[in-house]
């Protein structure tokens, strides 16, 4: 009480007293506040040496196995009794290859893993597989998803904006939430499906007048633009997702399509050019995959053939032919004759020692290699049918290097000779 009495003098008294003498009076105070000291002014120091900087916290690093590799499948439609075997296989086939990849001791894994792998992010096993379904078949929710359920395998849908709620035998985007939310990879393949070489072809009738209307409006480049970015904006806009991987549809492509996909940000862009995949081989927006249907059933058997052996099996170089070498025909030529010979000039890939052609329908042909011209040349023993075919040559050359090329051509009975399918659009 007396300490509070003399607290209340010595506040009434602070006009007539100077401030030292006041904060001297309420040290001798027992419980007043206590003022804060002024530190006495100090002379200016020069800064010391800077004392080293405290070692850095460890950074976990994850080894890369750098040698391990994966190839993709491609699917389409999953579905019993289908008049398109060239897009159809049956679910109990289907179910069949799951198991087989299985037994063969191959893991399947994410999409986002394998493209972290080849970011040097994240490992994956030695020998690994990446499951993809195309277009945006209902099967693909209907059918294939349970039995991928059953392996516990992941996937990839692969979407075309104009088949998204076409009604038939295409998927909603109710449907697509839904995979999404159950943590199905969803990416882009094109607005439309057309040949991004040629377009308007490989699609229906009223597919190929939209895009002539766009190409009309947008021009060619205009168009591609809107196929390759514009699809990819879409999806991220009506699923809320990040879009980072685009297939080709067909697998066909060019500079300027390679060229937008980069620009759109993609970080893989996949062909149907099924090949083993490395670390950092092939390039990244030309990475193969293996198109799986009823009507060339030897595709999956090459696919585990491919993985059974060493990873330096793979191919160490692949051309574009069209770019580097002659062949017949050109590449993307339109031809008329239904048994054209089909050869290839092959002294730009060097000291050729063996080499194999592949014909897309066909597998893998009995094609003659000279080696004193440096020519392999095949001929089909029946006619043509199809509008599109892909040619692959493999070869050694005699250092023991590996070299692959590819070229496509279409097909169409009433074209004229040397015709380019980019400049007529087909009727379809």
Known sequence: ??????????????????????????????????????????????????????????????????????????????????????????????????????????????????????????????????????????????????ILKKFNYPFTLFIYINYVGAGGKSMSWDQLNEMRDAGVDIESHTYSHSDLKAPGFGVDKKTAALVRKDVAALGVDGWLRKEIVGSKQVLEKQLAIKVNAFAYPFGKYNAKSRELVKEAGYEAAFTVYGQRIGYSEPPWDLLGRYAVEASKPQIFADALRVMSGPASSAPEVAQLAAASMITEPTDGATISDPRPVIRANLATMGDVEEATMRLSGLGQVPAKYDAATKTISFQPPDKLKEPSYSVIISAKTKAGQRVETRWTFNFNPSAKPGAQAETPLPPR
């Not at 602070?14 to 007043?32: Q, S, V």
């Not at 900087?53 to 009794?81: G, L, M, R």
Request: aromatic share 6%; charged share 20%; glycine share 4%.
């Open 1 to 146: 009480m007396k300490s509070k009495l003399l607290l209340l003098f010595v506040v009434a008294a602070l006009p007539l007293a100077g401030c030292k003498k006041l904060t001297a009076l309420l040290h001798r105070i027992p419980g007043a506040p206590q003022a804060a000291s002024t530190p006495a002014a100090q002379p200016a120091v020069r800064p010391a040496t800077a004392a080293a900087p405290a070692a850095p916290k460890p950074v976990t690093i994850h080894a890369i196995n750098k040698a391990a590799s994966a190839i993709v499948f491609c699917y389409h439609n999953i579905e019993d009794n289908s008049k398109m075997k060239a897009l159809t296989i049956a679910p109990a086939e289907f179910t069949r290859e799951m198991q087989a990849i299985k037994d063969a001791g191959i893991t399947v894994i994410p999409m986002q893993q394998f493209l972290a792998f080849r970011r040097g992010e994240k490992d994956m096993p030695a020998r690994s597989a990446v499951i993809t379904l195309d277009d945006g078949w209902v099967s693909a929710h209907d059918v294939a998803w349970p």
